[in-house]
């Protein structure tokens, strides 16, 4: 369309006899450019700004070809001197033209700046004295000059306007960033929607003027930081820098995706964010470490001072766990917005690490009576046993970052003060365990006594205690003594050696009937999670109960296929209860025992934490058969 109207007006001009006198020609060109000597022209007039632009091309091409004199020259170099005046005119107005005919005139001049670089190449390579003296007229680099002067003028006029927002934010630096940084998005918003219409595609206006933007707002953030700041302000330093501005600005849906790299890298050189990144951290580091170590310390006072933990839903509960996933999840969360590198996070959950290495010291110490004897110990234990499971389900479920060895660290200083808490309750009864499985293998047991019978009923007893125990953390210290029962219960089995065939068939039964005893007290104890515990006193009963050797085999090899954990040691233990099986049974059986055990193990652990200390007596007494 712009052809023809370039056309349509050349015509006209022609046939009014125009090209025919050079001086004509130039005489009804100034009339029509008189508007560019007049200072502002009306939009009207700018509409014509392309039709300007080609009437001059159409001049100089003339001029050029028939030869000019100096005056005329004269008046075309004004002319296009004053074209280009009139075109930087309507690109100051980039960013506030908002009417359909303000942008239809912004088209025209750019429309106008192509028309003038393409004469500028048509020109070039030619003599200096066979050219036009204003050619290269340089419209492009006048209009990105231009726009460079205009970014730098509206940020500067951003930062210091109080009405463009931000105005409830704390200090001065924070309010200049945001005002700043809202004024890149809104400007490239606009460009976005309504400017790069305006421009061809090859100029691409949306890269320069990020670029532009980036450059100047980058210069400015660079001058606040080289001033020196205070914490707060480089927090909000950073939060522009690594999260609001790539992040949310430059990944706006109409944004994201259509610049280039160098428009969207840091804000910041390396040596600045790195300088700004280790105030804030060093600045956090010391309050998550203060703050961790004031709630331990107010806990350890509370139990030195003999106070009973607080009842909450008929359990004794203490707030410090709470309270230190409060100060790490404060500091993390702030952090995510903070800084870019998210493995820096180390530097903050290592006082985690190190809090949870002083927690299970200082409880241990209590428990222990170092601090002298408290009345208040039982319902510390308690309360702290809940803090141990709400910081285990921290450290283990939550999406906190921390480095594999940091968890593990953390977990072992947990279990090692669960199983200390744990202790405290279990080491009592282990006397009565004592007693009771002392008579194992006697008469009494064999003839059916309720050996088992008078031990759970002790444990009833005693676990009456635990009612205001959190049910979860009871249900768990349950499945530890559940699993101390039956592991010494079987510990006391394979201590015995060579029984009678009777003796091992009576053995075996009382076994079968001692392990559903447990297991349904326990289960009625709602502990469900360590049942499975039966089963393995029913395997052991059964190889006990089998006297044909090659059954025994199979029933062995089955036994350490379900725990794989059963060592060559604990096989010889149990074979040594046995009667009757030749040396090369049970090297056949040891040897089938390891060819035959699973690569992988899915069992929880359960033979490998029965240590025998007649261990060495048993595995020589198996050797000598072997041999």
């Avoid at 930081?225 to 927090?235: F, K, P, Q, R, T």
């Avoid at 309720?450 to 959190?470: F, G, R, Y």
């Avoid at 033979?607 to 007649?614: E, M």
């Amino acid at each position: 369309m712009w052809r023809c109207l370039v056309c349509c007006s050349n015509q006209q001009d022609c046939k009014g006899g125009v090209e025919e006198n050079p001086a004509v020609f130039c005489n009804h060109h100034r009339q029509q450019n008189h508007m560019l000597h007049e200072g502002e022209a009306s939009w009207e007039e700018e509409e014509l700004l392309e039709e300007v632009s080609r009437g001059l091309i159409d001049r100089e091409e003339q001029l050029f070809s028939r030869g000019l004199s100096s005056e005329d020259e004269e008046q075309l170099q004004k002319d296009f001197n004053s074209l280009k005046k009139q075109l930087c005119l309507v690109v100051e107005n980039i960013f506030t033209s908002s009417s359909s005919r303000q942008l239809d005139t912004l088209r025209s001049a750019v429309v106008s700046i192509q028309q003038q670089e393409a004469q500028d190449q048509r020109w070039a390579g030619r003599p200096d004295d066979r050219r036009p003296t204003w050619r290269p007229l340089k419209c492009v680099s006048s209009h990105n000059a231009l726009l460079q002067s205009i970014v730098e003028s509206r940020l500067r006029e951003a930062a210091e306007d109080e009405s463009s927002g931000g105005g409830e934010l704390s200090s001065a630096v924070k309010r200049q960033v945001y005002r700043m940084g809202r004024r890149v998005e809104d400007d490239l918003l606009l460009v976005v929607r309504t400017v790069q219409d305006c421009y061809p595609s090859e100029m691409d206006i949306l890269n320069i003027c990020a670029r532009l933007y980036h450059q100047w707002f980058s210069a400015q953030l660079m001058e606040i930081v080289a001033s020196g700041l205070n914490v707060d302000d480089c927090s909000y330093v950073l939060f522009m820098v690594n999260h609001h501005y790539p992040d949310s600005l430059l990944k706006h849906t109409e944004l994201h995706g259509k610049m280039n790299s160098s428009c969207v890298s840091s804000l910041l050189l390396q040596d600045h964010l790195q300088q700004l990144e280790d105030q804030y951290l060093s600045y956090k580091e010391d309050k998550v470490k203060i703050w961790l170590n004031k709630i331990l310390k107010t806990e350890e006072e509370s139990w030195l001072k003999n106070k009973e933990p607080e009842i909450i839903d008929s359990y004794f509960y203490s707030p410090l766990a709470v309270d230190a996933i409060q100060v790490i999840d404060s500091f993390l969360t702030e952090f995510g917005c903070v800084i870019r590198d998210q493995s820096k996070t180390q530097r903050i959950t290592a006082h985690l690490e190190s809090f949870l290495s002083s927690y299970e010291k200082s409880f241990e110490a209590f428990v222990r009576g170092d601090h002298g004897n408290h009345g208040n110990v039982a319902s510390v234990v308690k309360a702290q046993l809940v803090c141990e499971q709400q910081l285990r389900d921290y450290i283990t479920e939550s999406t906190v970052c921390v480095c594999e060895q940091q968890r593990r660290r953390c977990l072992n200083s947990l279990t090692a003060l669960r199983d200390y808490g744990y202790r405290y309750f279990t080491c009592p009864l282990h006397v009565h365990l004592k007693v009771c499985y002392s008579k194992l293998w006697t008469p009494v047991w064999l003839d059916g006594s309720l050996v088992v019978d008078s031990l759970l009923d002790t444990l009833s007893d005693q676990l009456m205690a635990l009612t205001d125990l959190k049910p979860a953390c009871r249900k768990s210290l349950l499945s530890v003594l559940h699993q101390d029962v039956v592991l010494r219960y079987l510990k006391r089995v394979m201590k015995i050696t060579k029984k009678s065939r009777e003796q091992q068939v009576g053995g075996a039964q009382q076994m079968n009937e001692d392990a559903q005893k447990i297991n349904n007290f326990f289960e009625e104890m709602g502990c469900s999670e360590s049942l499975w515990l039966c089963d393995a006193l029913c395997c052991v009963a059964e190889v006990l109960r089998l006297q044909d050797p090659h059954s025994v085999h199979l029933e062995v090899i089955a036994l350490a296929r379900k725990f794989p954990d059963l060592s060559d040691d604990h096989v010889s233990a149990l074979l040594s209860v046995k009667n009757g099986l030749s040396a090369g049974n049970i090297r056949s059986i040891r040897r089938s025992v390891k060819e035959n055990r699973p690569p992988t193990n899915h069992s929880p652990p359960f033979f490998s934490r029965i240590h025998l200390k007649q261990i060495d007596k048993f595995k020589h007494h198996a050797r000598m058969f072997a041999r």
